[in-house]
């Protein structure tokens, strides 16, 4: 079942976590390089990200002037890709479906972060789900669909865990495919 959202905007810088269990820091580290992957990829304020998959939608995505300080921060544009990516997924998911993240994940589960209803932040039990989010500077359709099948077969052996949300975010045609696995 598909869950469409209304077109509005959503700010990658200052990236707002919400409720998040998450430090500010993190945020504005994840927001920072959200903002560098989409200039590098010549966004401007206001460029439309389209949500495929279990979830639909589209969003207008705004920031702040980047500074040098922040290019400079940003340079590893792998790295740059995978915290924006983060930040970006976060967003998406807190307003297509509600979830917010609740805590990071350690290493091993094979997935990113435990997410939760955004209301019951305070109770980390209630309706938790895994969210794993990997990002593409620059891909095709079949590459993200690709890296979706990639990562559905990742966060296997901890399904008995939760549920899983899949969040592959592509910058160079703003894109979040999320599936449900």
């Known amino acids: 079942m598909s ?6 905007s959503l700010s990658v810088f200052p990236l707002d976590l919400g409720r998040s269990g998450l430090l500010s820091g993190l945020a504005e580290y994840m ?5 560098v992957c989409l200039n590098e990829r010549q966004h401007h304020p206001g460029v439309t990200l389209t949500v495929q998959g279990d979830y639909t939608g589209r969003f207008f995505l705004t920031w702040q002037i980047l ?10 544009l792998q790295e ?6 983060y930040g970006l997924a976060i967003l998406v ?18 997935f990113d972060f435990w997410i939760g209803d ?5 109770l980390p039990f209630q309706g938790l789900m895994r969210l794993e989010v990997s990002g593409i ?45």
């Not at 869950?3 to 509005?8: C, P, Q, R, V």
């Not at 500074?67 to 590893?76: L, V």
């Not at 955004?118 to 305070?122: P, Q």
């Open 3 to 8: 869950k469409s959202t209304e077109h509005k």
């Open 31 to 35: 927001g920072a390089c959200a903002a």
């Open 67 to 76: 500074t040098e300080k922040h290019r400079r921060t940003c340079a590893d």
């Open 80 to 85: 740059a890709t995978e915290y924006g990516a």
């Open 93 to 110: 998911v807190r307003e297509t479906i509600g979830k917010t993240v609740l805590e990071r994940s350690a290493k091993g589960p094979g």
């Open 118 to 122: 955004e209301e019951d932040a305070e």
């Open 137 to 181: 500077l620059s891909g095709d359709a079949s590459q993200i669909r690709s890296r979706a099948r990639r990562k559905k077969i990742q966060v296997g052996p901890s399904d008995q865990a939760a549920p899983a949300l899949i969040a592959i975010v592509e910058f160079s045609n703003p894109l979040t495919r999320l599936e449900k696995k």
